[in-house]
Nanobody
Framework: VQLQACGGGLVQAGGSLRLSCASS????????AGWYRQAPGKQRELVAS???????NYADSVKGRFTISRDNTKNTVYLQMNSLKPEDTAVYYC??????????????WGQGTQVTVSS
């Protein structure tokens, strides 16, 4: 299974970007999906997640600005980012988390896409 993330770039503060993450197979249809980010010198953090049932969860720092969605027919997960701030600058990674049991999880990661927000 391969995840391919794209859509990053350089944008001014207040601008928007949409990240996409496509899978080589149908992993997303049977997995929770998420977007994480890692800024220089910081730990990777969860930005947004979406369950197989469509329930979403967001980090407080992005609530009201970012929207995660999924299209299982296209095996793709999206992250719409609006009102971007310089502190959103990071490498963004997509993730698929497949649970074989309530406590057994396998993670798949995309390669990361750089988002840079200038002030």
């Amino acid at each position: 299974v391969q995840l391919q993330a794209c859509g990053g770039g350089l944008v001014q503060a207040g601008g928007s970007l949409r990240l996409s993450c496509a899978s080589s197979g149908t992993i997303f249809s049977a997995s929770d999906a998420g977007w994480y980010r890692q800024a220089p010198g910081k730990q990777r953090e969860l930005v947004a997640s979406i369950s197989t049932g469509g329930s979403t969860n967001y980090a407080d720092s992005v609530k009201g600005r970012f929207t995660i969605s999924r299209d299982n027919t296209k095996n793709t997960v999206y992250l719409q980012m609006n009102s971007l701030k310089p502190e959103d600058t990071a490498v963004y990674y997509c993730n698929a988390a497949r649970y074989s049991s309530p406590v057994t999880r396998r993670d798949y990661w995309g390669q990361g896409t750089q988002v840079t927000v200038s002030s």
